[in-house]
């Protein structure tokens, strides 16, 4: 059984930054491409990053790109999101996960992800 804990989030002031963590335990971790999502009330959750098995290769969402930081330590099973010039726009509920299929790319597909944290609330003020 795959477990992912999420960490690090909280309420901040636009403009500051947040770093996120999940750990993981269950799987071959480092076989495995890791994704970042977040979910605002109202709106469906929606892809932020991914990083491939070996952070050979990453992706960002546009509204993200330049700010956030996806990066991985496989040696300690966990992967990051490194938030900067944070927005009001980013408040959302984030939640880690793993994809269904090892190696490759890491994918913005939600539907390509099997097992998911419980989340962490990152709340911005303007």
């Known amino acids: 059984q795959v477990q992912l804990v999420e960490s690090g989030g909280g309420l901040v002031q636009a403009g500051d930054s947040l770093r996120l963590s999940c750990a993981a335990s269950?799987?071959?971790?480092?076989?495995?491409?890791m994704g970042w999502f977040r979910q605002a009330p109202g709106k469906e959750r929606e892809f932020v990053a991914g990083?491939?098995?070996?952070?050979?290769?990453?992706d960002y969402t546009d509204s993200v790109k330049g700010r956030f930081t996806i990066s991985r330590d496989n040696a300690k099973n966990t992967v990051y999101l490194q938030m900067n010039s944070l927005k009001p726009e980013d408040t959302a509920v984030y939640y880690c996960?793993?994809?269904?299929?090892?190696?490759?790319?890491?994918?913005?597909?939600?539907?390509?992800?099997?097992?998911w944290g419980q989340g962490t609330q990152v709340t911005v003020s303007s």
């Open positions: 990083i491939s098995w070996n952070a050979g290769s990453t």
């Open positions: 996960a793993v994809k269904k299929t090892p190696f490759g790319t890491s994918a913005n597909a939600a539907s390509s992800y099997n097992y």
């Open positions: 269950g799987r071959m971790f480092s076989n495995y491409g």
